[in-house]
């Protein structure tokens, strides 16, 4: 409450200085420039917090449609897989048991391939450029070996 005390008494001050035709002076032009900048620095983190808000009610959106995407899609897999295993049978080319386990084995041989390529991607998960600019330089001055 004091400083708003100490803002209207400057403000008033150089308000008289003003209306006698002096100028407000070096530290008035400080002060003014201060309450300038406090205002802008305010009014971009409260926009800045406006759209962070934003950014995160858009992701959980975003992801509610997306589990929504992949559950519809893992539907129309499933039904996929289910026309053709009765076209196989109604064809008598393959017994709905046979059918299942090549269809198993097919899956879990993709579910690996999936595995090694997460596996090899997930090194680049740990900033591996960036931590080595960070680790200083072996000084070689420094470095006895016997």
């Given amino acids: 409450m004091a400083?708003?005390?100490?803002?209207?008494?400057a403000d008033h001050a150089e308000r008289a200085n003003t209306a006698s035709g002096r100028e407000p002076g070096l530290l008035g032009a400080a002060r003014s420039l201060g309450r300038e900048l406090h205002g802008s620095v305010h009014d971009h983190l409260v926009l800045a917090?406006?759209?962070?808000?934003?950014?995160?009610?858009?992701l959980v959106r975003i992801i509610a449609m997306g589990?929504?995407?992949?559950?519809m899609l893992l539907t129309a897999w499933l039904a996929l897989v289910s026309a053709g295993l009765f076209i196989l049978i109604e064809r008598s080319f393959v017994s709905a048991s046979l059918f299942l386990l090549l269809l198993a084995i097919l899956h879990g041989l993709l579910a690996v391939a999936l595995l090694f390529a997460i596996r090899?991607?997930?090194?680049c998960l740990l900033f591996p450029a960036t931590i080595s600019r960070l680790?200083?330089?072996?000084?070689s001055s420094?470095?006895?070996s016997p």
């Fill in 142 to 144: 420094t470095d006895v």
């Fill in 67 to 71: 589990v929504l995407m992949a559950s």
């Fill in 120 to 123: 090899r991607r997930s090194r």
């Fill in 135 to 139: 680790q200083p330089a072996a000084d």
């Fill in 49 to 58: 917090a406006l759209e962070t808000r934003q950014a995160g009610e858009s």
């Fill in 3 to 9: 400083s708003r005390c100490d803002t209207a008494t």
